[in-house]
């Protein structure tokens, strides 16, 4: 990773929010507007960041009725669905005016139980964005394997959630190298028939299923026939829950974070979380050699962000970022 730091004074917890005849702008001594944690609400915040300023969008906001974050702004305790998938749309819009052309999001989101009937609300929030103007590109189910067990006797236990992956167009970044998977083909998870004898054997693989006609196959070359950094991926990730001890509950997994950041941006692209909550996007971005912003409007969970980032910088103790803007 390139070790490029930034000040550890851009990390500072503050309402850059003003209001100023009907309109929201940010008062910051950073130009563009980056490494930032921004203490508001979504919707306006996010009407404040400059257009087309984004590369991805890596968030989980706030489920249906699964949290009370105690604050007067928060989403999530809507009294109805509608309300609630309204509500992520309007900010979903505004995100998208942040987000360059060729820019990505990532949405992670539970479901909800309900007088005992599943609601569905990942994808009646994903059919709301497509009918608002994204491209819904993929869903991935995000397997838990150590997902809390349920005392529920009529019905499974769920261990998974949704990542849905959003562009504005039909072409847009998206490095698949950077996230593929080891081939299952040189493992003893193949089931390819003949076992592994066949590697690298001319005639080694039968001329009839998916491999018919590979002649790359057929004739011993699998080093043509299989790219060198592996198969592209998969869309079931089983990835651990995270915690954070300050959280108290579980947080955003690292691992997750990762794989989204590194398909839908560059080094030093900027990483926008308009529900950051304890910071784990900003802080996988800071790793990854990315610039973040950061918005939440929990001031607790601002600080709780900031506290993490300063652990990463005290850790990596990196050379500052000569922008001009540190003092």
């Not at 489920?63 to 989403?75: A, G, N, S, T, V």
């Not at 987000?99 to 009646?124: F, H």
């Not at 994204?134 to 949704?162: G, Q």
Request: hydrophobic share 35%; charged share 20%; glycine share 6%.
């Amino acid at each position: 990773m390139n070790n490029t730091q930034y000040s550890i004074r851009q990390h500072q917890c503050i309402n850059m929010l003003r209001e100023e005849n009907g309109q929201y702008t940010i008062h910051t001594n950073q130009s563009p507007v980056q490494d930032t944690i921004i203490h508001g609400d979504a919707s306006k915040a996010l009407a404040a960041l400059p257009s087309n300023s984004v590369q991805c969008i890596v968030t989980s906001p706030p489920y249906y009725q699964q949290r009370d974050y105690r604050d007067e702004k928060q989403l999530g305790q809507e009294p109805t669905p509608e309300q609630y998938i309204a509500n992520l749309v309007v900010v979903f819009s505004e995100s998208r005016r942040a987000l360059k052309q060729d820019g990505l999001l990532w949405l992670n989101l539970g479901d909800k139980y309900a007088e005992g009937r599943l609601l569905g609300m990942p994808w009646r929030v994903a059919l709301a964005l497509v009918d608002s103007g994204w491209v819904l590109r993929s869903d991935v189910i995000w397997h838990k394997p150590n997902a809390m067990p349920t005392s529920v006797k009529n019905r499974p236990t769920p261990d998974h959630e949704y990542i849905f992956m959003f562009s504005q167009e039909a072409n847009y970044y998206y490095n698949a190298d950077a996230i593929r998977e080891p081939h299952i083909t040189f493992t003893e998870q193949s089931r390819m028939r003949g076992g592994r004898n066949h590697f690298g054997k001319r005639g080694g693989t039968p001329e009839h299923g998916k491999n018919q006609g590979n002649s790359n196959l057929h004739n011993g070359r699998w080093d043509q026939a299989f790219h060198p950094l592996g198969r592209n991926k998969r869309t079931v990730w089983s990835i651990p829950l995270s915690k954070f001890p300050e959280a108290h509950f579980a947080v955003f997994p690292e691992k997750l974070v990762e794989i989204c950041i590194l398909a839908g941006s560059r080094s030093k692209d900027i990483i926008l979380d308009p529900f950051c909550g304890s910071g784990t996007t900003l802080l996988v971005a800071r790793r990854l050699d990315r610039h973040f912003i950061g918005i939440d409007c929990n001031s607790e969970y601002c600080l709780m962000s900031q506290k993490r980032l300063n652990a990463v910088q005290a850790e990596f103790p990196f050379e500052e970022e000569k922008t001009g803007n540190v003092n």
